[in-house]
């Protein structure tokens, strides 16, 4: 097995804030909202760091859960975050600009409350997105309860 791989992303940007991204054989839009000047053709830079979180708790999450065999069922992941926008606004280098985030996942699976304590714990260990923003500064809250 690589304990180490290279990825790729590659975009074409027609505007200041549309970004026409291609990832494998995936293409799609990374964009600003209209109010900002964008076309509002996707979620925002910062939005699409949010949802890779989510979406990283899912595929890591389940994993965890199977490693361990625990059925989590399905999730529902909600993030909200803190976001000093001081830097996006180029008025001051901001060190740690997502600043807070909690993030509550709810599991609707036949796991016991023990159980599903078990795969958090475990996907804290292993979930390189959630690293990469506690790596960053972000304080982190992440809750993971039963349906």
């Known amino acids: 097995m690589k304990t180490t791989v290279q990825l790729k992303a590659t975009a074409s940007c027609p505007s200041h804030s549309l970004a026409n991204v291609s990832v494998r054989d995936l293409d799609f839009a ?28 899912n595929v890591i999450g389940h994993k965890c859960a199977a490693k361990l065999g625990v059925d989590i069922g399905h999730l529902e992941i909600d993030i909200v975050c803190d976001f000093d926008r001081r830097g996006v606004t180029l008025s001051e280098e901001i060190d740690t600009p997502f600043v807070s985030l909690v993030q509550t996942v709810v599991a609707d699976g036949p796991a016991t409350e023990d159980e599903l304590q078990t795969v958090a714990r475990e996907v804290e260990k292993y979930c390189p997105l959630s690293k990469l923003f506690a790596g960053a500064g972000t304080t982190m809250k992440t809750t993971w309860r039963k349906a």
């Open 30 to 57: 990374i964009d600003e909202p209209t109010e900002r000047g964008g076309t509002n053709m996707g979620p925002t830079p910062t939005d699409t760091a949010l949802a890779a979180l989510a979406g990283c708790t």
